[in-house]
């Protein structure tokens, strides 16, 4: 069992950075694939990021690719998502997984999530 609880969100004006974290509970961390998602109003949740479990390669969305940065610290059960020149549209609930058997782009593989956090981006 992994509980999972994002922090970070918040209001920043278009261009600004944010970075959200995931703690995790558990001594199993580190054998878990870790994604972010995150869902619109009204849209569909959609994925941004996944990191494998030793941190070692990562998978972004297209609309993410360049902006955002995923990073995982398995000595303190915490993954990261560095946000960069946000825009309006990256406005949304954030949401942290974990995936016991992969890290991918599917929010279908994954088998923990946490309770979200709120990022809004004005123009």
């Known amino acids: 069992q992994v509980q999972l609880v994002e922090s970070g969100g918040g209001l920043v004006q278009a261009g600004e950075s944010l970075r959200l974290s995931c703690a995790a509970s558990?001594?199993?961390?580190?054998?878990?694939?870790m994604g972010w998602f995150r869902q619109a109003p009204g849209k569909d949740r959609e994925f941004v990021a996944a990191?494998?479990?030793?941190?070692?390669?990562?998978r972004y969305a297209d609309s993410v690719k360049g902006r955002f940065t995923i990073s995982r610290d398995n000595a303190k059960n915490t993954v990261y998502l560095q946000m960069n020149s946000l825009k309006p549209e990256d406005t949304a609930v954030y949401y942290c997984?974990?995936?016991?058997?992969?890290?991918?782009?599917?929010?279908?593989?994954?088998?923990?999530w946490g309770q979200g956090t709120h990022v809004i981006v004005s123009s």
């Open positions: 997984a974990a995936d016991a058997t992969d890290w991918g782009t599917s929010e279908r593989l994954y088998d923990y």
């Open positions: 558990g001594r199993t961390f580190s054998s878990y694939g």
């Open positions: 990191v494998s479990w030793s941190g070692g390669r990562t």
